[in-house]
């Protein structure tokens, strides 16, 4: 007997589109070295797996350096790796890795003897959301999601970060004791070694008119957090 119901919403820890970076200094300061992965799960990965099917060698080049540069805003890309690309890898969720190194000088700034290195835009742009009229619909997302980021940044030699506090974020929703979306970051320092942990997540299709206010806190700390300049002083 045929019914209708709701399809069960999937686990929103099952799509994902995370990102490692590992960032340092070339040897006259003046460029930064960036090495990174982003790990795309789920439905996060499903509008790029078609790339490696039906698009010919040189468009799949061209679009691994368009969704590489994103963490730099550099077409300096070199060392591109792909992995788990078939689109049956969708139905084990093996993640697509698309990695890759980056020579960028745009994210430095000189001021004085300060070195100012603009570490928020390593996540990539950010949509920001302003709205001078009432909301009048709820919100709803394609699907659940996470985005995971990790960035490690080598602090350059005689230096220290003066700033490593504005790194933190803690923009959290809750229904009860249960979390509904946040963006949350934190950071630690191991000797010359400044690590970034960044959690987001969505874990919903659809949040009520009365949660939107929340959800535009969170979309706007990502995009704050995109603007974080680090500030480096000699020691």
Do not use: C
Request: charged letters at 25%; zero cysteines; hydrophobic letters at 40%.
């Amino acid at each position: 007997v045929p019914v209708f119901n709701e399809v069960k919403m999937e686990p929103w820890e099952e799509h994902a589109m995370n990102m490692e970076a590992t960032v340092r200094f070339n040897g006259s300061l003046d460029t930064l070295y960036i090495s990174s992965r982003q790990i795309l799960k789920g439905w996060g990965a499903s509008a790029y797996r078609p790339i490696y099917t039906f698009l010919p060698q040189d468009k799949q080049q061209e679009a691994n350096i368009e969704i590489i540069r994103t963490v730099a805003n550099s077409s300096d890309v070199s060392n591109i790796r792909v992995e788990n690309t078939a689109l049956t890898d969708y139905f084990s969720n093996k993640p697509l890795v698309i990695a890759g190194d980056i020579r960028s000088s745009s994210l430095i700034e000189r001021a004085g003897n300060k070195i100012l290195v603009k570490i928020g835009e390593i996540i990539g742009p950010q949509e920001e959301m302003y709205q001078e009229k009432p909301r009048q619909l709820p919100v709803e997302l394609d699907f659940p999601h996470m985005l995971e980021r990790k960035i490690v940044f080598k602090i350059p030699y005689g230096y220290r970060v003066k700033n490593p506090g504005d790194l933190n974020f803690d923009i959290t929703h809750k229904r009860g004791q249960q979390v509904t979306m946040g963006f949350e970051s934190s950071y630690s320092i191991e000797g010359d070694l400044l690590t970034v942990i960044i959690r987001e997540s969505y874990r919903e299709m659809q949040y009520p008119l009365s949660a939107f206010e929340d959800f535009k806190n969170v979309i706007n700390a990502a995009a704050d957090f995109n603007k974080v300049v680090l500030v480096l002083e000699k020691e």
